[in-house]
């Protein structure tokens, strides 16, 4: 039986982290199931799934100081289980690109959060506009859209919502 456990690491970055770490993770005898990994600001972030048994992940669990000090993370570990879907659900994919402005984010996750469509991944960036050099921001997310619910009319009341925001955005199935 598989024992899982999520790390989430924050230091300055520098090269040689995602090597140190996926190391001791391997010297544990765990294995990486997921990860997530960026450079935000000065800052290197990464969340890991880690899979092992039971022995292997209290190993790690037990090291998890040791590993904080020599690397100069900020670590923090959580037991977890296997996710367990309960209703059917289509993964779709929303982009919005939009001129920077603070709210955005809390905007579009307000109306899925409303209908109870789960944000599964979220990532955003800001870049200057090629000829204008004018704030831009964008926004990639992944959801579940559970299957009773009207497609055409989810889709009808985000594009009014970012009309109404003045966002470009697209909603479509992820293939």
């Known amino acids: 039986m598989q024992n899982l456990l999520v790390i989430s690491a924050l230091g300055d970055d520098r090269p040689g982290i995602v090597d140190e770490l996926t190391q001791a993770v391997a010297d544990c005898g765990c294995n990486v199931s997921e990860s997530r990994m960026s450079v935000l600001g000065g800052e290197f972030a990464i969340i890991l799934l880690l899979s092992g048994n ?20 900020l670590l923090t570990s959580k037991r977890t289980e296997q996710r367990e879907f309960k209703r059917q659900m289509i993964a779709y994919e929303v982009e919005v690109v939009a001129m920077d402005h603070p709210g955005i984010v809390r905007d579009i996750s307000g109306f ?8 599964e ?11 204008t050099g004018a704030p831009m921001f964008a926004m990639q997310m992944n959801i579940s859209i559970p299957a009773d619910l009207s ?25």
Not at 121 to 131: C, D, K, M, R, V
Not at 158 to 165: A, S, V, Y
């Open 112 to 119: 899925f959060s409303s209908r109870q469509i789960n944000i």
């Open 151 to 175: 497609i055409g009319s989810l889709r009808g009341e985000f594009m009014d919502l970012c009309d109404e925001l003045n966002l470009d955005a697209m909603l479509a199935p992820i293939k």
């Open 54 to 73: 039971w022995g292997a992940v209290a190993k790690l669990e037990a090291q998890l100081p040791k590993l904080q000090s020599q690397m100069g993370l």
């Open 121 to 131: 991944n979220l990532q955003t960036s800001n870049y200057a506009a090629a000829h």
